[in-house]
């Protein structure tokens, strides 16, 4: 994760000089904002993965005699028939449509991505005191 952590901090200086660059040249506030923005997005990215490589164990990326098989086995869980991203991704889908269209869509956007978000945390949970 070190290598990470450093290659998103040397990306938000390029990006940083890029800002400048482009801010001084196009004198065009919404691209500067942007690039800006990008920048800001980059340190946080950055600094959370050096911070988290200092708490957890060094990684094959890390070690640089390391082989390709060193990083190989479970990379966590992931829930093979979850439907909840696709209606997670309906209701965002209609939540940015409303901005073009109108805030009223809002209103229709906001029962599927409860549902969806509900649905996603509680897929596996089947209460506390359950025996099986």
Same mark, same amino acid.
């Given at each position: 994760?070190?290598?990470?952590?450093?290659?998103?901090?040397?990306?938000?200086?390029?990006?940083?000089?890029?800002?400048?660059?482009?801010?001084?040249? !196009?004198?065009? *506030?919404?691209?500067?904002?942007?690039?800006?923005?990008?920048?800001? %997005? =980059?340190?946080?990215? #950055?600094?959370? &993965?050096?911070?988290?490589?200092?708490?957890?164990?060094?990684?094959?990326?890390?070690?640089?005699?390391?082989?390709?098989?060193?990083?190989?086995?479970?990379?966590?869980?992931?829930?093979?028939? !979850?439907?909840? *991203?696709?209606?997670?991704?309906?209701?965002?889908?209609?939540?940015? %449509? =409303?901005?073009?269209? #109108?805030?009223? &869509?809002?209103?229709?956007?906001?029962?599927?991505?409860?549902?969806?978000?509900?649905?996603?945390?509680?897929?596996?949970?089947?209460?506390?005191?359950?025996?099986?």
């Amino acid at each position: 994760m070190k290598i990470q952590g450093r290659l998103f901090i040397w990306l938000s200086v390029f990006i940083l000089i890029m800002a400048i660059v482009y801010g001084v040249w !196009s004198k065009e *506030p919404a691209g500067t904002t942007a690039l800006f923005l990008a920048f800001g %997005l =980059s340190v946080m990215i #950055g600094f959370y &993965l050096g911070f988290t490589a200092r708490r957890v164990d060094a990684g094959a990326q890390d070690d640089k005699e390391a082989d390709v098989a060193d990083d190989a086995g479970e990379l966590g869980f992931f829930s093979p028939h !979850s439907w909840q *991203p696709l209606l997670l991704g309906f209701g965002g889908a209609i939540a940015f %449509l =409303s901005i073009a269209v #109108g805030w009223w &869509l809002i209103y229709f956007a906001a029962p599927f991505i409860i549902l969806g978000l509900f649905g996603w945390v509680f897929e596996y949970y089947h209460g506390e005191n359950r025996t099986q």
